[in-house]
């Protein structure tokens, strides 16, 4: 990811991207780790869900507050969670549908001002990050997992 409008586009298409993938997959194929320790297919859409709506708020937080201090939370425990592992990823689907599309319309009206303010980071793992690069970030996150979908998709069974 190497630009701002690609990192849009890539948000934008997120939840397409996902459907093509995943439509017509049983809930065995869904909810079963054939790639484990990975995540199943389930797990991985709920995760994008879950995440990208925490960076959506952190936009907005940065964008309003005069000091947003990001805060760390643990995406394995969270994958866990009975909604996490569900069967039926059309909540998140659907979740991620309006996120990204909400996500995009305030990208592409961020002032160049505001493509620098910056989220201070919570640990030394966790840097601070302005908005160009948390976007940048965000628009890989949703590639890698698409990646990492298709490499569940690749172990399964023929």
């Known amino acids: 990811m190497q630009t701002r409008a690609e990192a849009i586009d890539a948000i ?30 389930a797990q991985n859409i709920h995760h ?40 039926d990823i ?9 996120l990204q599309a909400r996500w995009a319309i305030l990208l592409e009206n961020l002032t160049e001002d505001e493509w620098g303010k910056v989220g201070i980071g919570s640990s ?11 976007a940048l970030a965000y628009a890989q996150h949703g590639i890698n997992h698409i990646q990492q979908i298709q490499d569940v998709l690749d172990k399964m069974p023929a």
């Open 12 to 41: 934008q298409k997120l939840p397409a991207q996902l459907r093509e993938q995943v439509g017509g997959l049983s809930v065995e194929q869904l909810t079963t780790a054939y790639n484990a320790p990975e995540w199943t297919i």
């Open 48 to 87: 994008l869900a879950d995440t990208h709506m925490v960076c959506l708020r952190r936009f907005k937080l940065i964008l309003t507050s005069p000091r947003f201090q990001f805060t760390a939370y643990d995406v394995n425990a969270i994958a866990e969670f009975p909604d996490a592992k569900d069967a």
């Open 90 to 98: 059309e909540h998140s689907l659907k979740l991620l549908e309006g």
């Open 124 to 134: 030394p793992d966790r840097p601070d990050m302005n908005l160009e690069q948390l």
